[in-house]
């Protein structure tokens, strides 16, 4: 084989375009000086369909075959195979950013949706239609802070429980706003309300809780963490998911002005991480939202439409006056949430949520039989995940236990987080089998 | 010519559209959960329809929209080609889909191919080493401005506060300097479309951080000056980064690593075929030289000698830019179709692409000015209004290109056909702008007409911001 298998032109296609053009050889359209010209080789060999597909898999099937516990925020429920055959429709994910609606009014009704879905869930009057992860849109939350309240300070507060990664995520985003990100401590998981009030002043611009926390604790005090944000004339902003916010305390109820997350808890596997970055505040705040919007308008016929709307907030326009750099974003991820919300529907959000609930009671309880565990280590309830005490070093029984088939997270010395979902709820019993084994 | 009818996806009674899911069944629960009360909310309403509505609502939505594979997409500086399907493959298996918490030793495969990417894109870049973290092109951006930030801090010359940007470059770029708390200096183009080597040297100075440039232009012009753009830049302390927006257009042949380029973003939704989504997700790895190889986000990852993969923390790591590793599947699908097209595939997509883009030019009635093209060229629609010409084009069942930008040409229609399409795609693309350029204000002022939606109200939308099914009457 030689060329692009893509490419479809046969030699006298070629050579006729080439005559039109006027030139003799496809070279002399480069118009590179000799001097940078590329005469070498990347030394990539060609290969057949066939055997791309073999390399790849070739590569990926070296992943030992687990059975994950791990969640600390980033999860995976079962994917309906309806999600998967429809995003798949090449309409969808050949297209590109919905530049002339006219064309891509299906695309538009799904971040509409996307977006409403996410109104109701938090109880905001503004979503927008993604950001990429939990982190970035964290970030993007603080920045809009910053603007909002620009006279009143640079500090954004956020619990010790928030990942180490995202909080990296924050400080890189924020730096250039001079904002400067500082942690404040919780109590047995859950935020500390009179240290927060100890560190919170006037210069805070965004305080920062989680629901559930990523360590898998269900926030009790979130009414008394917004008021304290107001009354510092801060922004409160919550991090959740759609499937928890599909039970627990609505948003809006708690003060929250911004919610951030991750929305690939539905629709998407684990994929190494890959996100959908929940964006949504109050509409005071309309003209200050990072990323995409979708409106809803009429066409000259007066048909209801969509449209991209808002636009001179983005950086195609505005460029550096714009709310955020975002162009891409994880429209068709977005699309694979919506179609997984809506294939549960409400009923089938609340009983996934009810048992992100139970299954963690239920397995932190089996755990706290086995001798060397004590779960769930904090004395709260839990959403998906807890963190039990193993007398053992942590380390060492992740380890043993990766050995026997599966993956949890050591997170200090002694202390490992379990993350059960509709996903490996069936491997729980060898799981409990496999402790049993080595926290002794 | 005969115009394409989108409206053949219409119900019979055309006036009719796509019910929201809203305005389909909607149920309101009431929250019953094992939970306190005071922990759980009232209720949640949402639509609640079983499965074959539900297919028939989101296939007839996809019946709406247009895509790569509903005709052709000349889209300037979005490089829309072709996405080949067997890249959906091999991202769909279950070990491309471990979560990122797995111990390295557990995921090798996974490392294997992040190493092997991280390989082959500095090869293709000439840089000596890359990240695949950004998930995004303006994502790269900014770790490319963290990078230089990064850089400059450590060599004691943290003083240096702005970036230089062309006219003619993205916004992202503008946007991403702005985001990492630069001052961003404008410099405009000269009259042969290109960087302006007087206002260039003007706008250097010691307090330079870095030349945000994209080459090929977004003209679709090579700078030719690129080695005395690199020398000047580097006089002046800076470093030189490069907009890997438009890198379908010199694949094989050049680099910009050769070319004095010390930071790049690859675009693999642009130049390596994995899908625009609709939007996203994309991929921005992040290409340096050794100099900056240290500062690059956490984790990376190397070989070891016994010939393990390993996650690292690089010395003087700038930190993280994504929560985890970024768009991981995306980079599976670039990795599968750079492996499929090698050396010959790549080199001969660039060909394409260029030899396309001329091609077109060529055809096209429209004045376009300047020249030659690598894969794209901006014509302009003179006295008609380039947003209208572009409605219009939807007529004639082509995606029109893009419009109004660069703001260089007036009435700017910004084309890029890629190598996908055929002679015979292009001649009929060609049709439709020259069909378009003889007709009437009038009649562009009321196009689209055979598309699903007629023209739409944007200003009303703006106005009067609707933005959830809450917000409808």
Not at chain 1, 122 to 149: I, P
Not at chain 2, 308 to 325: A, C, N
């Amino acid at each position: 084989m030689s060329g692009s298998p893509y490419a479809p032109h046969t030699e006298a296609e070629t050579d006729a375009m080439l005559d039109a053009v006027g030139v003799d050889s496809v070279e002399e359209l480069f118009d590179i000086p000799d001097s940078v010209r590329f005469d070498g080789e990347f030394g990539i060999d060609a290969k057949s369909e066939q055997a791309a597909v073999a390399e790849t898999e070739r590569r990926l099937a070296k992943n030992d075959d687990l059975a994950e516990f791990l969640g600390r925020g980033h999860y995976e429920h079962y994917v309906p195979s309806l999600v998967d055959h429809l995003s798949q429709r090449s309409e969808f994910i050949t297209s590109y950013t919905q530049y002339q609606p006219e064309v891509t009014q299906g695309f538009l009704q799904v971040l509409f949706e996307y977006q409403s879905l996410l109104v109701e869930l938090t109880g905001l009057g503004v979503a927008n239609c993604s950001m990429y992860d939990e982190a970035t849109a964290l970030a993007e939350a603080a920045l809009l802070a910053k603007r909002v309240r620009a006279t009143s300070g640079d500090r954004v507060l956020v619990p010790d429980y928030v990942r180490d990664g995202h909080v990296s995520v924050l400080e890189n985003y924020t730096a250039g706003a001079d904002v400067t990100v500082e942690r404040y401590p919780t109590d047995d998981g859950n935020v500390d309300l009179d240290a927060l009030a100890d560190v919170a002043d006037d210069d805070v611009v965004l305080v920062y809780a989680e629901n559930p926390t990523t360590v898998g604790t269900i926030e009790e005090s979130l009414d008394a963490v917004g008021d304290l944000a107001d009354d510092h004339d801060a922004l409160f902003c919550l991090g959740s998911d759609p499937v928890a916010m599909s039970v627990l305390q609505r948003p809006a109820d708690v003060g929250a002005d911004v919610v951030v997350g991750d929305a690939s808890v539905l629709g998407m596997p684990t994929s190494y991480g890959m996100g959908l970055g929940v964006f949504a505040c109050k509409e005071e705040f309309l003209r200050q939202v990072p990323g995409r919007l979708v409106g809803a308008s009429e066409d000259a016929d007066g048909t209801r439409a969509y449209t991209l709307t808002l636009q001179t907030r983005e950086q195609h326009i505005r460029k550096e006056r714009a709310t955020s750099n975002i162009c891409t974003n994880q429209a068709w991820v977005a699309l694979r949430a919506a179609i997984h919300a809506a294939s549960l529907g409400a009923d089938g959000l609340v009983d996934l949520a009810n048992r992100m609930v139970e299954l963690p009671r239920d397995l932190a309880a089996r755990l706290d039989d086995v001798r060397g565990v004590q779960a769930p280590a904090n004395d709260r309830h839990h959403f998906r995940e807890f963190l039990a005490h193993t007398d053992q070093p942590a380390p060492a029984i992740a380890a043993d236990l990766e050995a026997e088939g599966f993956a949890v997270n050591a997170v200090d010395d002694h202390h490992v987080q379990i993350c059960v979902t509709d996903a490996n709820e069936h491997a729980t019993d060898a799981l409990v089998a496999a402790f049993e084994e080595v926290a002794n | 010519m005969e115009y394409y009818d989108q409206a053949r996806y219409q119900p019979a009674d055309a006036d009719n559209y796509e019910p929201l899911l809203s305005e389909k069944d909607q149920t309101s629960v009431d929250v019953d959960s094992p939970l306190p009360d005071d922990l759980t909310r009232d209720d949640v309403t949402l639509p609640s329809l079983e499965e074959p509505e539900l297919a028939r609502h989101y296939v007839r939505l996809s019946q709406q929209n247009y895509g790569v594979d509903s005709g052709p997409y000349p889209l300037g500086s979005c490089t829309m080609k072709y996405n080949p399907r067997f890249t959906e493959d091999v991202a769909a298996v279950d070990d491309a889909s471990v979560h990122p918490d797995r111990s390295g030793d557990s995921v090798q495969g996974t490392l294997q191919l992040q190493y092997d990417l991280q390989d082959y894109l500095g090869r293709i870049g000439g840089m000596d080493a890359v990240t695949l973290q950004p998930p995004a092109g303006a994502a790269g951006e900014f770790a490319g401005i963290l990078l230089a930030e990064a850089y400059h801090e450590a060599n004691g010359e943290g003083h240096r506060d702005e970036v230089v940007v062309p006219d003619a470059a993205h916004g992202t770029n503008f946007a991403s300097a702005a985001l990492g708390g630069y001052d961003v200096v404008e410099i405009p183009s000269g009259d042969d479309g290109r960087v302006d080597i007087d206002a260039l040297e003007a706008a250097l100075g010691e307090n330079t951080a870095a030349l945000m440039l994209t080459n090929p232009n977004t003209l679709g012009l090579f700078e030719r000056n690129i080695e005395q753009i690199s020398e000047m830049v580097h006089d002046a302390g800076g470093l030189l980064y490069y907009d890997g927006a438009n890198l379908n257009a010199l694949l094989g042949r050049a680099r910009p690593g050769d070319m004095g380029f010390d930071i790049m973003h690859f675009n693999v939704h642009k130049t390596f075929a994995t899908p625009h989504g609709g939007g996203g997700p994309g991929a921005g790895p992040v290409g340096v030289t050794e100099d900056l190889a240290e500062f690059l986000p956490d984790p990376h990852v190397r070989k070891t000698e016994s010939g393990q993969y390993e996650r690292y923390t690089p010395e003087r790591s700038v930190g993280k830019v994504h929560g985890f590793e970024g768009n991981w599947l995306v980079l599976v699908k670039a990795f599968a179709y750079i492996d499929r097209l090698g050396d010959d595939g790549l080199s001969d997509a660039s060909a394409k692409a260029v030899l396309n883009a001329n091609y077109l030019a060529e055809q096209v009635e429209y004045d376009v000015p300047l020249g030659p093209f690598h894969h794209e060229f901006v014509a302009s629609a003179g006295d008609q209004d380039a947003a209208d010409v572009a409605k219009r084009m939807l007529d004639y069942g082509v995606h029109p290109p893009t419009t109004k930008w660069p703001e260089l040409v007036d009435e700017a229609l910004m084309t890029e056909p890629t190598e996908v399409e055929t002679k015979s795609n292009l001649d009929d693309l060609a049709d439709a702008f020259n069909a378009v350029a003889g007709e009437d204000d009038e009649t562009l002022a009321n196009a689209p007409t055979r598309t699903t939606a007629r023209l739409i109200d944007q200003t009303t939308a703006a106005r009067n911001p609707r933005l959830s099914w809450h917000d409808l009457d």
